[in-house]
T-cell receptor, first 113, second 108 residues
Framework: NAGVMQNPRHLVRRRGQEARLRCSPM?????VYWYRQLPEEGLKFMVY????????ESGMPKERFSAEFPKEGPSILRIQQVVRGDSAAYFC???????????FGSGTRLTVV | RKEVEQDPGPFNVPEGATVAFNCTYS??????FFWYRQDCRKEPKLLMS???SGNEDGRFTAQLNRASQYISLLIRDSKLSDSATYLC?????????FGTGTSLTVIP
């Protein structure tokens, strides 16, 4: 079992470009969560998805951010027109059901220059 | 009020010491509780779930007090390798809420 796979590990984007972050959950896990961690801060919930459905996106900024978890393939977190304040570590986690503990991926560190 | 609150520390303790962290949560409807460990610039990893009856895993003991809405983690006989940030996590509805973490450094 390969665990939660995130790629890329590091991503550098210029202001105004798009960032696409990918997450493949653990085998058998249909619940995916995205979190953001700013330097020296805690993890902040962004969005919770199940296959083809967004369950809770209350932590997502209203503009420029979107997430999907298609029937086939990884979950994608997409950030359009990135700004310097988007620089952070983005962690994906998966679980087999709503109340089980998460398993996290290694994260994608986004740097906007 | 934050969903989950932790003392950020830092806690600096000598090897072999016993150290305890507490965490409070605001929503009495919270359903499940966990402690995670995060090493610098790495992903959080599940340390242990927390049950109402209390549970132990080696040198680690977790307790839940629903009446007072707090969770604790006790580490006995601290090792250098225990140095990390410990995150309290509370599941409420669809979301898992993370505390900002308590930093522990174990000193030789």
């Amino acid at each position: 079992n390969a665990g939660v796979m995130q790629n890329p590990r590091h991503l550098v984007r210029r202001r105004g470009q798009e960032a696409r972050l990918r997450c493949s959950p653990m085998k058998g896990h249909s619940h995916v969560y995205w979190y953001r961690q700013l330097p020296e801060e805690g993890l902040k919930f962004m969005v919770y998805l199940q296959k083809e459905n967004i369950i809770d996106e209350s932590g997502m900024p209203k503009e420029r951010f979107s997430a999907e978890f298609p029937k086939e393939g990884p979950s994608i977190l997409r950030i359009q027109q990135v700004v310097r304040g988007d620089s952070a570590a983005y962690f994906c986690a998966s679980s087999p059901d709503r109340t089980a503990g998460y398993t996290f991926g290694s994260g994608t560190r986004l740097t906007v220059v | 009020r934050k969903e989950v609150e932790q003392d950020p520390g830092p806690f600096n303790v000598p090897e072999g010491a016993t150290v305890a962290f507490n965490c409070t949560y605001s929503n009495s409807a919270s359903q499940s509780f966990f402690w995670y460990r995060q090493d610098c610039r790495k992903e959080p990893k599940l340390l242990m779930s927390v049950y109402s009856s209390g549970n132990e895993d080696g040198r680690f003991t977790a307790q839940l007090n629903r009446a007072s809405q707090y969770i604790s983690l006790l580490i006995r006989d601290s090792k250098l390798s225990d140095s990390a940030t410990y995150l309290c996590v509370v599941n409420t509805g669809n979301q898992f809420y993370f505390g900002t973490g308590t930093s522990l450094t174990v000193i030789p």
